[in-house]
């Protein structure tokens, strides 16, 4: 947003200029018929430079349509749905078009009215297209220049939504401009598609270009190398053959195979296939589905317990679902070239992966149907937080990492070791939740060795996570020793690392002790689930500390629901344990002393 704020003079004076994307447009200047298969395909699989990284221009279509309409599609004026890729061939080569889609999702119509706009005919949540705002957008861009000075926690939500929406009508006016010599001539604005790898290929550390950037010149006195003569030649053919589909969809597929060459010729277009892949083969979705099937087996099984069939079902969909994680994971580590977990999003996919394969394994070992349903249920939850995640955060998942995190050793060590730490504490919280509210509804109340065998199985995982969380911990210190010059500075996220370890060593000192039984260990594992997820989620709220790497804005919810939940669930598993102790004092103590009296009688008289 500072570019925005330094770039806002400029602002003003494009959406002036681009007031005619509102004005009536030629026949010629209308797409006639949907993209080809073909086009879409081609167009796609450009390379760009975009977040530090080189990526298809498929994914960064459809993060930028996510960032703008909250959603991976769009409706054009015709009512056609369009996906990323033709949402983005409408805005660069037919923007008269994409004015008319509705791109912008607006959750709130305050924001509307305050920039002067009508509201008849919406809803208080609407999507609203960029010629329906363009009437109110001096205003618009006016009070986000005000509200952008405000810090962002003083905000109000009316504020917010007018800076944001702000900056996603820049990035749209930036887009539609991408391919219009015209109005595209400075550098210095910032053009979006840099698709342009340079031909120099020994400097790999050049960034790309833009067409614009090539017509206007990057520096002074030079001139277009024929490399890049004959590529800006064939864009401007594009946009002169745009209402010939065919001749489009040819010159498009030649483009694509010149920036395409370009790229591999800097080694920079290696992983960019396998990406596309990835993305339309999307095994994250699979693996919810499958969770999602195996949950419903999880309410089969309860219906019918003793049905093996509804067992192996879920046993066989929970571990298809982990594969597919696993799968996932691999596939963005190779991408990547980077360990497993590096974001806030990854470690969520971490770990559920961990969560539910230690499940898995537990319930192949002892067969005892608790440790199948806890997985089915972590599945579920935690490939739903992470689309929420995705959502929420609307930035492209595998991004360029912060200096301080560009080292895949601390990554596959201290990060990797602290992550699954967080996925024992986690599974432990499940597994121990599990075993409360079964008690509290009566579950197996007549086979008390399952549920001793559920706790023994919690205090496995607490002594497995104590272990990972310690080793974790250490390796922090080692690499803050190494990156800032000081093994521990009470940082939140360290002293959050560190409550976890104190937490989980107090429940196995004090089980060890005989301080607490299984109810008790239960309980205790319970609210150390709220530790961990504190640890990892709540001290990035703070705002504080050398380690607030990732997005957190809209998980306070979240997280006070997960605290409220887990707090119930001690508080439930308090009262069956309250339950019991009342129903055995209720037991009169003479009774076995009566009948060992009664037994011995009936000896004599033998």
């Known amino acids: 947003m500072s570019t925005f704020i330094r770039q806002f003079c400029a602002l003003i004076a494009l959406v002036l200029v681009s007031a005619g994307l509102n004005a009536r447009p030629q026949a010629s200047e209308h797409r006639t018929q949907p993209w080809s298969e073909r086009t879409l395909e081609a167009f796609g699989e450009i390379p760009i430079q975009d977040g530090g990284r080189i990526k298809p221009l498929s994914t960064y279509a459809s993060f930028a349509l996510l960032r703008l309409n909250g959603k991976r599609s769009a409706e054009s004026s015709t009512g056609e749905v369009l996906d990323p890729v033709a949402w983005l061939l409408d805005v660069t080569f037919f923007p008269e078009d994409a004015a008319l889609s509705k791109s912008f999702l607006v959750s709130d119509s305050d924001a509307i009215i305050a920039i002067g706009l009508s509201t008849d005919g919406k809803k208080k949540r609407d999507r609203w297209t960029y ?10 861009f006016s009070l986000a220049h005000d509200y952008d000075a405000i810090e962002a926690k003083a905000r109000t939500s009316i504020q917010q939504q007018v800076v944001d929406l702000a900056s996603n009508v820049f990035s749209f006016m930036r887009l539609a401009r991408s391919f219009d010599w015209s109005r595209g001539g400075d550098p210095s604005d910032g053009h979006a598609l840099t698709v342009i790898a340079p031909a120099n290929t020994t400097n790999v550390d050049q960034p790309w270009f833009a067409p614009a950037n090539l017509v206007a010149g990057i520096g002074p006195n030079r001139s277009l190398e024929p490399a890049d003569a004959a590529v800006v030649a064939e864009f401007e053919t594009l946009i002169r053959l745009r209402a010939d589909a065919g001749a489009f969809e040819s010159t498009l597929i030649s483009l694509r195979d010149r920036l395409v060459a370009r790229a591999m010729a800097r080694g920079e277009y290696e992983h960019v296939e396998l990406e596309r892949a990835y993305y339309a083969f999307d095994p994250i979705r699979w693996s919810l589905a499958s969770f999602i099937a195996a949950f419903l087996g999880v309410s089969i099984m309860w219906l019918r317990p003793r049905s093996k069939l509804a067992w192996k079902s879920t046993l066989a969909l929970t571990s298809v679902g982990a594969l597919l994680l696993v799968t996932a994971i691999v596939l963005r580590c190779i991408i990547r070239e980077r360990p497993p977990v590096s974001t806030l999003y990854e470690t969520v996919l971490f770990v559920t992966a961990s969560c539910v394969l230690v499940a898995v394994f537990i319930e192949c070992v002892q067969r005892s149907r608790f440790a199948i349903q806890t997985a089915a249920v972590l599945g579920t939850v935690g490939l739903f937080v992470a689309n929420g995640y995705e959502t929420l955060d609307k930035q492209d998942t595998m991004p360029s990492l912060v200096a301080v995190l560009d080292t895949n050793f601390w990554l596959a060590t201290h990060v990797t070791a602290i992550t699954i730490g967080y996925s024992a504490g986690m599974l432990a919280a499940a597994l121990a939740s599990f075993y409360l509210l079964g ?21 496995g995982v607490v002594c497995f996570a104590l272990i990972f969380s310690t080793v974790g911990t250490i390796l922090g210190g080692v690499w803050a020793n190494d990156s800032w010059g000081r093994f521990w500075g009470w940082d939140p996220k360290e002293n959050g690392a560190l409550l976890i370890v104190i937490s989980q060593i107090v429940m196995l000192h004090a089980r060890r002790g005989g301080y607490l039984r299984d109810d008790g260990l239960c309980m205790a594992a319970a609210f150390g689930g709220t530790i961990v997820a504190f640890s990892w989620w709540g001290v990035n709220l703070l705002g504080v500390g050398l380690h607030s790497y990732g997005f957190t804005s809209g998980i306070h919810s979240a997280l006070w629901t997960y605290y409220g939940i887990q707090w119930g669930v001690v508080g439930l598993g308090g009262v069956a344990w309250l339950r019991e102790r009342a129903t ?3 037991v009169p103590v003479e009774t076995p002393v009566l009948e060992h009296r009664r ?8």
């Open 131 to 140: 010629a329906e705002l363009l009437p109110g957008m001096p205003r618009l």
């Open 584 to 586: 055995r004092k209720n």
């Open 599 to 606: 037994a011995k009688k009936m000896r004599a008289a033998a």
């Open 439 to 459: 008690k509290l509804i009566g579950w197996k109340r007549d086979e008390p060795e399952t549920r001793r065998k559920l706790a023994r199985t919690v205090y």
